[in-house]
């Protein structure tokens, strides 16, 4: 079986590949399905059906991870950009209705400090 970090099926003579850049998966993982974004990145990855009709024997491979926007980060397994929060000190979003950017908080108290603020409303302010 392949170590983390690799996939492949091989009990069926196949290779360990090496996941996509900017992730990862746990032991054991047998299609690039099971790979998925490192922390600050999202997105997914899929494996197609093989075009044996064209005389094509390569499975065919979709997917990738984005980093995610300036002032934001996500977990690792994030899939999509909704999941990227805002670092701390700063304040926005990337989900419906929100602007799609991370706003540097004007003033904030240095003993309140807190990621994924959604509004300026909300940073803690002296």
């Known amino acids: 079986s392949c170590n983390a970090g690799y996939f ?9 590949e090496l996941c996509p850049a900017n992730s990862n998966s746990t032991n054991a993982q047998i299609t690039v399905e099971s790979c998925f974004c490192d922390a600050g990145f999202y997105g997914s990855f899929s494996e197609g059906p093989r075009n044996l009709t064209a ?13 995610c926007p300036a002032n934001s980060f996500s977990d690792a397994n994030s899939t999509r950009l909704d999941q990227c929060t805002c670092n701390v000190g700063y304040y926005g979003g990337f989900g419906e209705g929100q602007e799609g950017v991370c706003r540097l908080c004007s003033t904030l108290d240095p003993n309140s ?6 509004e300026v409303g909300r940073c803690q302010c002296d």
């Open 8 to 16: 492949g099926d091989t009990e069926r003579g196949a290779a360990c």
């Open 113 to 118: 400090f807190t990621h994924n603020l959604t």
């Open 55 to 67: 005389g094509d024997n390569t499975t065919v491979r979709t997917g990738q991870c984005t980093q």
